[in-house]
């Protein structure tokens, strides 16, 4: 017996275009070269890690781990150093980083280059802004609030440019933005916040108003996953986070006609699709 539930799945669920790349770049890989190894995790994700570890795809933590071969560098990005590594090394490397975080980092690099002082807005541990620094030759100051912004000791003679780690909160860039304007002669600052993040979060906020449950797909410990939990159910309390479609317990939908799903931005199609046929099933 079939039932009469309405499901909505989000258009901005899933792999973000970046991800998508990467993920599409190291699968084609992974049929041509037999040594084909992974600089840390392509995502928070484990049924992702998983598919990759069947295509052949080993994950390491160093480079120095490997000795032939090809090397995969994720969509976070890594510094110059790397590069000349694993070219040093006589690897193959396959680069999969974000054009929008390679645009942060092309900044950075030519901003310092021609003399000016850099500021990253971002979370100074993140595999990503360590990556954009070093492009900078780690010259860039880094500040992950307007808080710590106002500490930065600023040279008024000098040039400043303002960039983003491609996750951050655009109100607070923004902010930021303002603020560095006022203090600075010589101020110039690019927008290299991704809008992926922004239009997911958005749309949540429309479904969870609009359904009587909500479904987040998404790997435990990703961040983007659990903030997209967290927005749902600080509207509609009926919403649920699962890892996959193992999660899914009947009693969330009972007297539950209408259900959303939106999915984090490493949380792949097929699990997305295993999900919604679950639900579809349930009585
Ligand atoms: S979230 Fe944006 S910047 Fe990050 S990998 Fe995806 S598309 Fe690229």
Known sequence: MGNKRKITVGKNSGFCFGVKRAYDLASMN??????????????????????????????????SDVRDGAIIFTAHGVGPGLYEKANRNGLRI??????KVMKAQRLAQNF???????VIFGDKHHKEVKGIKEWS???AITAGCLKNIKKIKLDKKKKYCL??????NVAEFKKIKEYLSKKLPNFLSFNTICDSTDNRQNEIRKLAKKNDAVI?????????????FEIANSINPNSYLIENE????????????????SAGASTPEWVIRAVIDKIAKID
């Not at 190894?37 to 390491?60: R, S």
């Not at 396959?94 to 054009?99: A, R």
């Not at 987040?216 to 997209?228: P, Q, W, Y």
């Open 30 to 63: 992974s049929f041509d070269c037999e040594k084909l190894h992974m600089l840390g995790k392509m995502v928070h994700n484990n049924d992702v890690c998983a598919k990759l570890k069947k295509m052949g795809i080993k994950e390491i933590k160093r480079l």
């Open 94 to 99: 396959i680069d999969t980083t974000c054009p």
């Open 112 to 118: 310092i280059e021609k003399g000016w002082c850099v």
């Open 137 to 139: 030759k780690n010259e």
């Open 163 to 168: 960039i983003s780690q491609t996750t951050q």
């Open 216 to 228: 987040v797909i998404g790997g435990r410990d990703s961040a983007n996953t659990k903030r997209l």
């Open 246 to 261: 193992k999660g899914l317990r009947k009693s969330w939908f009972t007297g539950a006609k209408k259900i959303a799903i």
